[in-house]
């Protein structure tokens, strides 16, 4: 084989050969340019650099790679993927298939590359880089093509030119915090709960937060707002109105943040999360903000207890509420409760489900696999919410729940099903 054949494929189709795999399946990621101009200069680095260093290049090259694709899909700063990496071990990764598969496709993609790099090396020295580099040309434009998605600011980063938005603000919910009522106030954030681009999907949510007669006892109202980033950057826009990082607030307080503000007029301030206390290390700036009880799911989980979720385990979400409830009918003053949840974290792998929609068989609402299960387990968050509050011996309370971010789904059919860049957001207000 010619040497310059073998530097185009060593340089630019196996680095690239599973994401065009996948792409055929409907599995896409953000467009790639930057690792694909890492891989063409790590191969043309072969022309002068020693055998081992260009191995390094290409292992950079790589881990740069999978790094970026994190930080598009999932709505992270570089600095905030490489710091989740540390939390990696909380993740029961191989327990979804499609990552089983990633990880296959690139230890054999990659495994081959690098034993083109140390056979093949002296016979790439010789060859020109030139025609690499022409077809690197093409490849790029095509990639972008491929991979951007029907509206591109689902892959943004922090800090783009959007319009700053949050639920708490359009929901009227604001309003409560600079004059609270004396009521007890409840934030639910709802992982990946986006808003759909269907009214009739979106229906099915819209009528799960309005059973069990909530009608009777809330005024139920609904809305939209933008998002860039992920969970944390929601966490952030709702209760600080910034768009800083989290990680700003690791080793200082934020006492403008609204937790804050709810102590000052005599509010008990509490956070909960099913999952670790350790990922994204909630339990050093949560009270930064102003939670002065964060609860996680090292305290919550009871032994014995039904666990939910499928590479994020931990305490079900729909009990959560349930508990939330019970407290705050217990409690003595005003609390300012926070719900995080975190069971529809993609990938989802579903399992039985709950059963408001006929996920296994393909539901004709929702035939979108991953995504059925998902909104299977919204509806039973919403219903039981509803049904929790809608109790007449549940004490009278401020509810918002809105969503962090839409779901980072690998399938571009999913992805589509969602309106791009905006989350959905519901207000319960008690009558009378």
Same mark, same amino acid.
């Given at each position: 084989?010619r040497p !310059?054949?073998? #530097?185009?494929?060593?340089?630019?189709?196996?680095?690239?050969?599973?994401?065009a795999?996948l792409?055929?399946?409907?599995?896409?990621?953000?467009p790639?340019?930057?690792p694909?101009?890492?891989?063409?200069l790590?191969?043309?680095?072969? *022309?002068?650099?020693p055998?081992p260093l260009?191995?390094?290049?290409?292992?950079?090259?790589?881990?740069?790679?999978?790094?970026?694709? =994190?930080?598009?899909l999932f709505?992270l700063?570089?600095?905030?993927?490489? %710091?989740a990496?540390?939390?990696i071990?909380?993740l029961?990764?191989?327990?979804?298939?499609?990552?089983?598969?990633?990880?296959?496709?690139?230890?054999a993609?990659f495994?081959?590359?690098?034993?083109?790099?140390?056979?093949? =090396?002296?016979?790439?020295? $010789?060859?020109r880089?030139?025609?690499?580099?022409?077809?690197?040309?093409?490849?790029?434009p =095509?990639?972008?093509?491929?991979n951007?998605? $029907?509206d591109?600011?689902?892959?943004v980063?922090?800090?783009?030119?959007?319009?700053?938005?949050?639920?708490?603000e359009?929901s009227?919910?604001?309003?409560?915090?600079?004059?609270?009522?004396? *009521?007890?106030?409840?934030?639910?954030i709802?992982? =990946?709960m986006?808003?759909?681009?269907?009214p009739?999907?979106?229906?099915?949510?819209?009528? !799960?937060? *309005?059973?069990a007669d909530i009608?009777?006892?809330?005024?139920v109202?609904?809305?939209t707002?933008?998002?860039?980033?992920?969970?944390?950057?929601?966490?952030?826009?709702e %209760?600080?109105?910034?768009?800083?990082?989290?990680? /700003?607030?690791?080793?200082?307080?934020?006492?403008?943040?609204?937790?804050?503000?709810?102590?000052?007029?005599?509010? #008990?301030?509490?956070?909960?999360?099913?999952?670790?206390?350790?990922?994204?290390?909630? /339990?050093?700036w949560?009270?930064?903000?102003?939670?002065?009880?964060?609860?996680?799911?090292?305290?919550?989980?009871?032994?014995?207890e039904?666990?939910?979720?499928?590479?994020?385990?931990?305490?079900?979400?729909?009990?959560?509420?349930?508990?939330?409830a019970a407290?705050?009918?217990?409690?003595?003053?005003?609390?300012?409760t926070?719900?995080?949840?975190?069971?529809?974290?993609v990938?989802?792998i579903?399992?039985?489900?709950?059963?408001?929609?006929?996920?296994r068989?393909? /539901?004709?609402?929702l035939?979108?696999?991953?995504?059925?299960?998902?909104?299977?387990?919204?509806?039973?968050?919403l219903?039981?919410?509803?049904?929790?509050?809608?109790?007449?011996?549940?004490?009278?309370?401020?509810i918002?729940?809105v969503?962090?971010?839409?779901?980072?789904l690998?399938?571009?059919?999913?992805?589509?099903?969602?309106?791009?860049?905006?989350?959905t957001w519901?207000?319960l207000?008690?009558?009378?």
């Open positions: 084989m !310059a054949i073998l #530097l185009v494929i060593v340089g630019l189709i196996l680095p690239n050969v599973a994401f795999a792409s055929l399946f409907g599995i896409s990621v953000p790639r340019t930057l694909i101009i890492l891989y063409l790590a191969a043309t680095s072969i *022309r002068f650099l055998g260009v191995v390094l290049a290409f292992v950079g090259a790589l881990v740069f790679d999978i790094m970026f694709c =994190a930080t598009q709505g700063t570089l600095t905030e993927a490489m %710091f990496l540390r939390f071990n909380e029961d990764i191989l327990s979804s298939k499609l990552y089983v598969v990633l990880i296959v496709l690139l230890v993609v495994g081959g590359t690098f034993y083109l790099l140390v056979r093949q =090396a002296p016979r790439m020295r $010789r060859a880089a030139l025609p690499m580099l022409l077809l690197g040309v093409v490849a790029l =095509a990639d972008i093509w491929l951007t998605p $029907r591109s600011v689902m892959w980063k922090v800090g783009t030119e959007r319009p700053f938005e949050s639920a708490m359009k009227g919910y604001l309003q409560l915090v600079k004059q609270p009522n004396g *009521r007890h106030m409840l934030v639910v709802v992982e =990946a986006g808003h759909f681009a269907d009739a999907m979106q229906g099915l949510l819209d009528e !799960a937060i *309005r059973s009608g009777k006892r809330y005024a109202t609904s809305g707002n933008s998002f860039i980033g992920g969970t944390t950057s929601a966490e952030m826009r %209760f600080c109105a910034t768009r800083d990082s989290y990680m /700003d607030y690791l080793g200082a307080g934020r006492p403008d943040c609204l937790p804050f503000a709810m102590t000052e007029k005599g509010y #008990l301030t509490s956070g909960y999360h099913g999952f670790s206390r350790d990922m994204f290390e909630r /339990d050093k949560w009270p930064h903000i102003g939670f002065t009880e964060p609860h996680f799911g090292e305290d919550l989980m009871q032994p014995g039904k666990r939910c979720g499928d590479v994020f385990v931990g305490v079900c979400d729909p009990k959560l509420v349930v508990d939330i407290r705050l009918k217990a409690a003595t003053q005003p609390q300012f926070y719900l995080l949840t975190f069971n529809t974290h990938p989802m579903g399992g039985e489900g709950y059963g408001h929609l006929d996920c068989q393909r /539901d004709p609402r035939p979108e696999r991953e995504v059925c299960f998902m909104t299977d387990a919204w509806i039973e968050l219903r039981t919410i509803a049904a929790a509050y809608a109790d007449p011996g549940a004490p009278a309370t401020e918002l729940i969503g962090d971010h839409a779901p980072p690998w399938y571009r059919k999913a992805r589509d099903l969602f309106t791009p860049g905006e989350v519901f207000r207000s008690p009558k009378g």
